[in-house]
Each structure stands twice: as C-alpha cells, then as structure tokens.
C-alpha cells in the first residue's frame, strides 16, 4: 500500500460542483490512492486567489479548477507553473471543441449552468415532488411520476429517487411489505414507469443490521434482521414483481448511480427514445 498522502486543490469561480464531480470521477481510477480534497468555491477576485495559491504552496498538490475569467486563470496557471504543480483546467477542453463546433464564442459567465431560470424552478419542483413521494407518501398522485421505485426495505430506493430527481426526472419510491397491499394504486398506474429493485439477501441482513445499530437497536432475534425471514420476503417480493411484469434491477453491487442509469435506460425504451444520453 502506498502510505503517502496526496493534496489535491479543487478550485472553482462558482459552487465547486462541476470540478468535484470530474476528480471524484478520475479519482475512482486509483482505489490504492490516499487523497485529501481542499475545495475553494466562488474565487471571483485576485485577492480571493492570491489566498487560495498561498495555501497551494503550503500545501503542494495537483490543481483542478473551472474558472471562466481569462486573467485568474492565466494567474493560477502561471503561479502553479512556478511551483511545479501540474494544473487542469477541467472543462476547457470541452469548451474549446464545443466553440469550435458551434462557430460561436464562449460568453466566460460565472456559474451560468446554476441561472435560476425556468429550468432551475423546474428542477426544485422535481426535487420537492421526490422528498414528498419518499416512502410511500402522497400517493394519491402517483400517476403524475414519471418513475416509481418499488422495494423491499433498505433496498436503495430514497437515494436512487432523489439521484432520478437530480438527473431532472419525476420520481416517487413505494416500499414493498409483505402481505400488504402496496398503496396509492401503484399496480394500476399508466403513465409511469415502474422499476423494482431487489438485492441478495445476505446484503440485506447486513445492510439492515448496520442500521439498526446506528439507531441503537438490537439486532438479535429481529425478524427484520433474520436472514430466514429476508429471503422469505425477497422471494415474495420478486413473484409479486414478475406477476405485474415490473422491470426488476439486482442493487446488491451496484452503486445508486449504476442502478439509476439502468432505470432511465429502461425509461428511455419505455418512451420510445433510441439513444441513451444519460
């Protein structure tokens, strides 16, 4: 194992959303990698700056940063190069090729992707419909969802909801218990798409374990723990999710972005789009 811990500056003119996002997702790359994160969000100034690269030489490491001024960022470059930090410029590559393509020039704007325009409200609307459909609430409305996760307990459905939610679609979770009828009319609903979910059922017991002792509970003889039980349940589940021909995604060892992809996947053939461009 390599013991050595590695710096690395995230730096950003806005929230720090973009350039936390491209390093998580690079980072994934080196599992054996020890890395501590120093984020500076909304640097709009020279002064601003100036402190952020101070803590830079304190601290040298790689430098990622999505900065749309022209002089700060040739600044930043210029004072990493002194340094001897390599330095990325996350989205300029990306924004050189669209510019090129387009014919057009960038309009170097702070933050124009958080505009709290008409798409902004509509995706806090998306957000909210999520957290009040959480769990089976509100189901009288279901049907104006666009997906409705169903699932035993634990089984990933409330983040996956809310990561639909991100990713700009309407989203409710109903979970399933066994002997109950599931509410709201789920089993009647047209216009949405819904997705089952499952998992193995050894997962299950440790997932619900590990909860209910964050809760403080105990876990021994819980039926909600037993892995006997679980399977009984599992089982009922997945025949009562085959019988209404419900698309059913195995979560046991797949992040909540890998099942939401297959979800939208499926919501995209469901409405007829061709291409996937989640």
Same mark, same amino acid.
């Given at each position: ?39 500076? #969000?909304?640097?709009? +100034?020279?002064?601003? =700056? ?7 030489? !304190?601290? /040298?490491? @790689? ?92 089984? #990933?459905?409330?983040? +996956?909801?809310?990561? =639909? ?7 409710? !979770?109903? /979970?399933? @218990? ?101």
């Amino acid at each position: 194992m390599n013991a050595k811990t590695y710096q690395l500056h995230l730096i950003s003119d806005s929230t720090g959303e973009t350039v936390s996002s491209v390093s998580r997702a690079a980072l994934a790359q080196f599992e054996g990698a020890e890395v501590e994160e120093n984020i500076w #969000s909304m640097i709009r +100034t020279k002064t601003q =700056l100036d402190r952020v690269v101070d803590e830079i030489r !304190n601290n /040298p490491g @790689i430098v990622f940063y999505t900065i749309a001024d022209e002089i700060l960022s040739e600044i930043l470059k210029d004072e990493c190069g002194r340094m001897g930090l390599p330095v990325v410029p996350v989205i300029n590559r990306a924004i050189q090729e669209l510019s090129r393509y387009f014919g057009m020039q960038p309009s170097h704007r702070i933050g124009q992707q958080h505009e709290m325009d008409e798409d902004y409200f509509k995706r806090v609307e998306i957000i909210n419909y999520a957290l009040a459909h959480d769990d089976g609430q509100a189901t009288w409305d279901l049907e104006e969802a666009d997906i409705v996760v169903v699932g035993v307990s634990r089984t #990933s459905k409330s983040p +996956t909801t809310m990561y =639909l939610a991100y990713r700009g679609f309407k989203a409710a !979770n109903v /979970p399933y @218990i066994p002997g109950c009828d599931l509410p709201g009319g789920v089993v009647g609903l047209k216009h949405p798409l819904v997705v089952a979910l499952t998992i193995d059922a050894q997962r299950l017991v440790q997932i619900r374990k590990s909860r209910l002792a964050s809760l403080d509970h105990p876990t021994q003889g819980n039926e909600y723990t037993d892995e006997e039980k679980i399977t009984a349940e599992l089982d009922e589940a997945r025949r009562f999710f085959t019988k209404q021909k419900w698309p059913v995604i195995d979560v046991t060892r797949k992040s909540v972005e890998e099942t939401a992809a297959l979800i939208i996947q499926k919501y995209n053939a469901k409405k007829g789009v061709k291409h996937d461009i989640s």
